[in-house]
């Protein structure tokens, strides 16, 4: 099966900034999008960016000018770039990757998600 496996969650002041990464692994044929969901205390899982197979993206209007996703598909490796953070950042960033896996299945892919802390 498919693994998604988050990395570089931490404590933060406001201002400053972090830099997650998530890696893709197992029975992958192709990865079409990628993104990063946050889910924070007493509120609904959001959708704080995506980057498409071809490196189209689009973010949050809460996070705009601040955050960065990138990829690396020769990694199989999607980032997200955290500038300017602040306390309303906080959460759990989850990782999401739509995947064909080898044999044939088109399917959401979800990681085990990373904390992010921003202290003011």
């Known amino acids: 099966q498919v693994q998604l496996v988050e990395s570089g969650g931490g404590l933060v002041q406001a201002g400053g900034s972090l830099k997650l990464s998530c890696v893709a692994s197992g029975s992958i044929f192709s990865i079409n999008r990628m993104g990063w969901y946050r889910q924070a205390p007493g509120q609904q899982r959001e959708l704080v960016a995506a980057?498409?197979?071809?490196?189209?993206?689009n973010y949050a209007d809460s996070v705009k000018g601040r955050f960065t996703i990138s990829r690396d598909n020769a990694k199989n490796t999607v980032y997200l770039q955290m500038n300017s953070l602040n306390p309303e950042d906080t959460g759990v960033y989850l990782c999401n990757a739509a995947i064909t896996t080898n044999s044939g299945y088109f399917h959401d892919y979800w990681g085990q998600g990373t904390q992010v802390t921003v202290s003011s």
């Open positions: 980057v498409t197979g071809g490196g189209r993206t």
